[in-house]
């Protein structure tokens, strides 16, 4: 079993940085893949990073390739999310998620059925 609870989100204006943290816990987080998700009113939700266990492979989604980054920290049981060069399309509900991975080069897909854990999400607002 995995528990991820969201933290860092907030209000910033367009060009602003921000950076989203997941604390996870249960036995399994150094098998784990480790993803974050977006969802804005009336879109479906979308995945836009992905870290495997290791740490050592990651995978972007298009729309925040070069802005953002994905981070693992096993010491603590974090993964954090960096939010780089902010613009209003990126406001939405950030959501972190987890599956079990028992190779260190797995690599899921950014789909909402590749995974199995869910955080209450943490509310991302940015303003032009």
């Known amino acids: 079993q995995v528990q991820l609870v969201e933290s860092g989100g907030g209000s910033v204006q367009a060009g602003g940085s921000l950076r989203l943290s997941c604390a996870v816990s249960?036995?399994?987080?150094?098998?784990?893949?480790m993803a974050w998700f977006r969802q804005a009113p009336g879109k479906e939700r979308e995945g836009i990073t992905t870290?495997?266990?290791?740490?050592?492979?990651?995978r972007y989604a298009d729309s925040v390739k070069g802005r953002f980054t994905i981070s693992r920290d096993s010491a603590k049981n974090m993964v954090y999310l960096q939010m780089n060069s902010l613009n209003p399309e990126d406001t939405a509900m950030y959501y972190c998620?987890?599956?079990?991975?028992?190779?260190?080069?797995?690599?899921?897909?950014?789909?909402?059925?590749?995974?199995?854990?869910w955080g209450q999400g943490t509310q991302v607002t940015v303003s032009s």
């Open positions: 998620a987890a599956v079990e991975c028992w190779s260190e080069t797995t690599l899921p897909a950014l789909r909402t059925s590749d995974f199995r854990y």
């Open positions: 249960g036995s399994t987080y150094s098998n784990a893949c």
């Open positions: 870290i495997s266990s290791s740490g050592a492979g990651t």
